[in-house]
């Protein structure tokens, strides 16, 4: 079954941020994602599966999967696809608006 991350009421939803700032994240490129959100421990999910509990708020990622995050009396993280292609084209991991320029990087 595949589930729909909501958050409770009320709750704030933890962002889940990516080193190196591109997407979609590609596994050839030591991909560290940070939950950020309320102190505490750190429940990682990946492609939809709780997958992992840490102490702090980063993870190393070196699999393909689509990850998500969630920090105590918080909701789910918005899910991110890290990628194992062997062509990738990547824009900014960050908000984008019309009219903004952007870089766009193609990588093999």
């Known amino acids: 079954t595949r589930w729909c991350p909501l958050s409770p009421a009320g709750a704030?939803?933890?962002?889940?941020?990516?080193?190196?700032?591109?997407?979609?994240a590609v596994t050839w490129d030591e991909v560290t994602l940070t939950?950020?959100?309320t102190p505490g421990?750190?429940?990682?999910?990946?492609?939809?599966?709780?997958?992992?509990l840490?102490?702090?708020d980063?993870?190393?990622?070196t699999k393909e999967g689509t990850y998500a995050c969630k920090r105590p009396g918080s909701g789910?993280?918005?899910f991110v696809?890290?990628?194992?292609?062997?062509?990738?084209?990547?824009v900014p991991a960050r908000e984008l608006l019309e009219g903004d320029k952007v870089?766009?990087?193609c990588r093999s």
Not at 12 to 23: A, H, R, V
Not at 81 to 90: A, H, K, P, Y
Request: charged share 20%; aromatic share 12%; glycine share 6%.
């Open 12 to 24: 704030q939803t933890p962002q889940l941020l990516l080193e190196p700032p591109w997407i979609p």
């Open 35 to 37: 939950c950020s959100g």
């Open 41 to 52: 421990d750190t429940t990682w999910y990946k492609n939809w599966e709780r997958w992992r």
């Open 54 to 56: 840490t102490k702090g």
């Open 58 to 61: 980063r993870v190393s990622v």
């Open 76 to 78: 789910f993280s918005p």
């Open 81 to 90: 696809r890290v990628s194992n292609g062997r062509l990738v084209l990547q």
């Open 103 to 105: 870089t766009l990087r």
